[in-house]
Every structure is written in C-alpha cells, then in structure tokens.
C-alpha cells in the first residue's frame, strides 16, 4: 500500500476523517494510512471463508468502504452461513444470482446492520445489548453458552465466532458462523410470532398498547425503545388463566373499557412495560425499572444466582418474580421481551434506601453514549438539565478518585443543575449530598423539590477538616448538618471516603406521597464548581 508523506497529504487526511466523523457514513472513499492489510483486503485474501461475503460487499457498493479509512468491527459470516442465508432467504444458490432492486437494498441493510462503527474487541463483550450501536441504529447482543470461552459466544443468539479480534488497518474483523439477520419488526409483532403469548398479545391488543409498544421511532424521529416483561401461555396456565377471557376474569372483571387508564387490565399491562432497552445486564443490581404505569415501578434486586423482581419479604419467606432466562433478552428493532416465571402484579414498595449516582445512574452513561472527560450540552442527556445551556459539563472517571464507581460529574459556572430522580417509593426521606468539597472556587447552592425549596443550603466549599466535630464527634457533625463519606467507597490506594469526604444533609423530613420521580434542583447562590458524586435518599422512621 502506498505511503503518503507529504504535509499536504497530511492536510487532506486530517480533513476527510473529519468529515467522515460528522457524516458517520458507511459509505466513503479510500484514505490508505499504512502498510497493513485492511478488512476487504484480509478478505480478498482469504476466499476460502469470505468469497461470498465479499461478493455481498461489491453488489452492494461497500468493498470500497472496507477498503476506505476508518475504525470498523465487522461481523463477517464465512462462506458457509452467507450460502445458507441466501437459500432460505432469496431461493438462491449464489449471491451474483440476486439482482432484484430490493433484494439488493436487503443486503445493503444487512451489510450495514452486521458492522459498527468503532473497534470492538471481544475482551469488552459483556452479556447483554453491546454497548454500541451498528450503522442501523440497532444493538446487537451477546450470550454466553455453557462452556465458557469466546468460542461458546452467540452473537445475537444465534452466531457463534469461528475467529474473532482479527486485526485490520481499519477496524477488526470478527468471523461468524451464521447470518445476523436483522431484526425489522417491533416488540409485539415478534411475540405474537413467536406463538407462545397469545393471552398477553391479546392483552396488548385489547389496551391499544400494541400499537404504542411496535413504535420504532418517537413524533421528533428519535428511537423509541420498550422493554416488555410477559406471562407466556405455558405460565398462565400453571395459574389456570387458559384464554384471553380467563385473564380478564381475574384482573378486570367488571370493567370492558380497556382502553381507559383506569382500568385494571390496562394498568396491568402498562406495569409490565419499561420506556427504555433493558436486558438483564441492564437492569440495576439494586434499584428500580420506571414502568410505562404513572407512579409505578418494578423493584430489582440482583444476586449472585438470582434475579428478584418485587420482592416481598415477610418472617418466615421470601417470595419474588423471576425471568425464564432461556426466554428472555429477546431482542425486537425497538427493545426486547423477557418471559416472567409467574404472574406479575402491580407491587407498591415501602421506602427503601436509594443511592442516586448523577453519572452511572444515566441512562447515556449506561449506553455508552457520553463518555469520560468529553464536554456536553445537555441536551445530551434525557434526564440531566442545566441554565445556561451554552454550557458545558463533563464527567470524569479515574481510579484516584475517592467517589462511588470513582466517577464525579465535573460541573460548574450553571444557574441551576438539575436531575430526574429515580422512583421513590413513597414514604419520608432523609436527603444528602456529597461532592468533592474545599476548594474556595467551588459554589454553594440551593436544592428545590419538585420546584420548592427544601432544607438548607449545600456548600461545597466546605472542608472536612473545618467541621464541628470531626472526625469523632458524629452528633456534632449531624447537628451541624454534616455527615462522614461512605465507608463502602474507595479509591485504588485504598483511601476510604469516610476519611476524606462528608455528605450534607439537606434535609431530614422530604415526604413522598406517591410512588414516582421527581426533579431535584440546584440553584446558584454563589457561583462556582461542583465535581458532583451522588446524591442520597435514606428512609426516615
């Protein structure tokens, strides 16, 4: 491959992967960077296992864009598994057999649904949704197998890896042994599919969820995701509810306006779905899922053998709802299913301790949509806002820092800061706060619930050290609104953050009437930073 040396050449690179970045487009021309081999390349030279797939890449006009610079990861099906595609979905035996327009714009799909745009190694693969999406916009997923061992990966439940972290000059190929054929239907048409939910499919239809779960894309063209949480048949039937009729009978049985929200069966239905993509590694290990139900959740709780939903412990048992895991995280273009293990119900917790995280708790952090030390406005995030919004706010993460998962959201020079909580049982709180405090640059701030002013004013400025009654004297501290750092949290060194940090108590006394979020509020009363950790919600007797 040539070598381009020149300042000008430079110039002209530098520019084109600009361009490339803002486009984010599959298709692109031919910027060589080294002597290494690319992706169509290392294909080209491997005819054995990707004669077929690179026959795909020039019907469809990509050969040049795996040539082209970039950071790619494709997941490349070997000759075998494109040959078994092709037959079951075209009726054909070679690829230069398809030469209808839409078969070909199918491949172009397939094409870019099976690549994404950045590298990503095998060693980053957790269980569940990827944390990036492919040039459709879609997530792919991985299971791991009985075994263990990349080499019982499925991708997408379906495709193991032959060979996989194959590096190219322009990205990573990964070698499959099966199409990934991508998903194009919502989360209900692939249920009702599926045959085995008829009486919940039912349901969705009858309570005019249906349509509003097989939404791909909201009335301003962003993606919508749904997660729905469903009795199977086979589960209905261990409860004797054999029929449509049969469910009605023991959730609604006087009321045939389903369609009304305040009917039971509609509320039953809206409790079991989440406005959000949630596999099970998703899920919080010990938090809450904000139902499509107003003021409802679904409580989760994670152990090392089990997934608890709505746990309810009483003096001599425990009982809670689990997933059939051999019939969940199944994936749809705008979510995914999980099968529960008996009937769910709508559950009203008591108050219980909650720990708001103001960075990891977000659904973009999760998704890997901000990342660390990158500047965002807030309308990068769905459940952060802030005034000025010409304002930049960044999130650091580092092994150094004595913050819970090391992370403080690094913010300063704002009106006002704001969060959506996560669901509060409802119940009597007390409230803290904790940042990184001491430093004379730093702000004190006002905190408002729901738009009223509560308790009193947060100074970060604050040094530890300065506090009446530290270290020992925790009656002192309290009294002067004053708590240690969390003993739980600490830093690579090994420095606890009860030694180093303390948390303000806001208040003692925030009532929660109803079961809900809320928007809590930090107002400027002096300007200055706020490298902000969590905030604190502890139940009050």
């Not at 273009?333 to 769910?344: A, P, S, W």
């Not at 459940?383 to 090391?406: G, L």
């Not at 947060?458 to 969390?486: C, F």
Request: aromatic share 14%; net charge negative.
């Amino acid at each position: 491959m040539k070598k381009y040396k020149s300042l000008l050449f430079i110039i002209v690179l530098l520019l084109a992967i600009m361009e490339y970045s803002c486009n984010d487009s599959l298709d692109g021309s031919i910027y060589y960077t080294s002597d290494a081999q690319t992706i169509a390349e290392y294909m080209s030279s491997c005819p054995d296992t990707f004669s077929s797939y690179i026959e795909i890449l020039k019907k469809t006009g990509y050969y040049s864009t795996m040539e082209s610079y970039g950071s790619y990861t494709v997941f490349a099906p070997n000759n075998e598994a494109v040959a078994a595609y092709i037959k079951q979905k075209f009726g054909v035996d070679s690829v230069s057999e398809i030469t209808d327009t839409a078969d070909i714009n199918s491949l172009k799909y397939l094409v870019r649904y099976q690549t994404m745009p950045s590298k990503k190694y095998t060693s980053s693969f957790n269980e569940g949704r990827m944390t990036d999406t492919t040039y459709t916009g879609d997530y792919l997923t991985v299971t791991f197998t009985s075994g263990g061992g990349l080499s019982n990966v499925l991708i997408n439940k379906t495709a193991k890896l032959k060979k996989y972290d194959i590096e190219c000059d322009n990205g990573i190929i990964d070698v499959i042994d099966s199409v990934l054929d991508p998903k194009v239907d919502p989360v209900p048409i692939i249920m009702e599919e599926s045959g085995d939910y008829t009486i919940f499919v039912e349901a969705l239809k009858q309570t005019g969820y249906y349509s509003t779960f097989s939404k791909i894309y909201s009335s301003g063209l962003t993606r919508t995701y749904y997660t729905i949480f469903a009795e199977s048949d086979s589960v209905y039937a261990l409860s004797g509810i054999n029929s449509f009729q049969d469910l009605v009978d023991l959730i609604s049985p006087d009321d045939s306006d389903y369609t009304d929200e305040l009917n039971n069966l509609n509320r039953f239905v809206a409790y079991h779905a989440v406005n959000a993509f949630e596999y099970t590694i998703d899920m919080p290990d010990d938090g809450f899922l904000t139902t499509v139900l107003s003021n409802n959740a679904i409580v989760v709780k994670k152990t090392d053998i089990y997934l608890k939903l709505n746990e309810q412990t009483t003096d001599s048992t425990d009982n809670w709802i689990s997933l059939i895991t051999s019939q969940s995280n199944n994936a749809a273009r705008n979510g995914c299913y999980h099968t529960l293990d008996t009937i769910m119900n709508i559950y009203v917790p008591e108050a219980t301790y909650i720990l708001f995280d103001v960075v990891t708790d977000q659904p973009e952090y999760q998704s890997g949509a901000v990342s660390n030390y990158t500047k965002y406005y807030p309308s990068a995030y769905s459940n952060v806002d802030w005034y000025p919004t010409s304002k930049v706010i960044r999130y650091i993460r580092r092994s150094s820092n004595c913050n819970h998962d090391n992370t403080f959201l690094d913010a300063g020079g704002f009106v006002y800061l704001s969060f959506v909580t996560p669901v509060l049982p409802k119940g009597k709180y007390t409230v803290t706060c904790l940042a990184n405090g001491g430093n004379s640059a730093r702000g004190k701030f006002q905190v408002y619930w729901d738009g009223n002013p509560i308790g009193t004013t947060w100074n970060v400025t604050q040094k530890y050290s300065k506090i009446d009654g530290w270290p020992d004297d925790s009656v002192a501290m309290e009294a002067a609104g004053w708590r240690h750092g969390l003993k739980s949290i600490t830093n690579k060194a090994g420095t606890c953050q009860y030694d180093v940090n303390v948390r303000r108590v806001i208040t003692t006394s925030l009532l929660c009437p109803t079961q809900s979020t809320h928007i809590i509020k930090f107002k400027t009363v002096k300007s200055g930073g706020c490298p902000f950790d969590f905030i604190e919600f502890i139940p009050t007797d």
